[in-house]
């Protein structure tokens, strides 16, 4: 059984007031039997003021980048150790505004990978192609090489721990969502991959979000999608009452 995870990216958004009142209004909506992970992203200014309101309930905390070294001269960095220090679970890698804007390699975002595991967090690995590649036909092709770099010299037992983010680049911040069909297309194929790459225990351990314009009037039949195990949300996640509603998403139980 894998559980569901939903995770909120919050990008380059809010100061220390605002990230305070978004997690006390998350807290207060949040109902102990809620059957997804709860993951917020929050900048890395406000991971430490928000760490003692988020102990001790069912939201997790995960950053939104990583430097691969440990420590050194890499002025304006922040290393994998500095976040496990924060108590972050998570670390979002190679999310397509890293990859586009900034530049991100899949060697980059292999070494970043890699060092989210060995400081003991779990790395949300971002994929997915833009327009002109679906359009192109070059979608099956561009999500090998980003899954298969993405988890170069990674080993199996770790391999378990990582989380895949499907993120059609065109579905970003866009309001649109890939299409149902489309999502359980690459979702499928995202798991045949993984089949294809590692043992069935390891490829069936892989949680595979979906991210892309994800908001309370999708996620319902985004997650009745085979292989659809959680939803990594941006936009919608900045509003509590938005966000509550994605984490208290209906489908049925597999
Ligand atoms: P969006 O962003 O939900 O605003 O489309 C998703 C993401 O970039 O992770």
Redesign the pocket.
Known sequence: MRRPIIAG?W?MNMIRAEGMNLIRALKQGLDDSVAPEVVVAPPFTLIDGLRPLVTGTGITLAAQNVHWADSGAYTGEISARMLKDLECRYVIVG???RRHLFGDSDEDINKRVRAVLDAGMAPILCIGETLEQREKDLTWELLTQQVIRGLRDVSEPLVTKVVLAY?PVW????GRTASEAQVAEAHGFLRNLLRESFPAHVANAVRILY????KPTNIDALMAQDNVDGA?????SLKADSFLRIIAYQAPRR
């Open positions: 990216n990008k999310h397509s505004e993120e579905a970003i911040g866009t991210g892309g314009s994800v990594l949300v941006g936009g919608a």
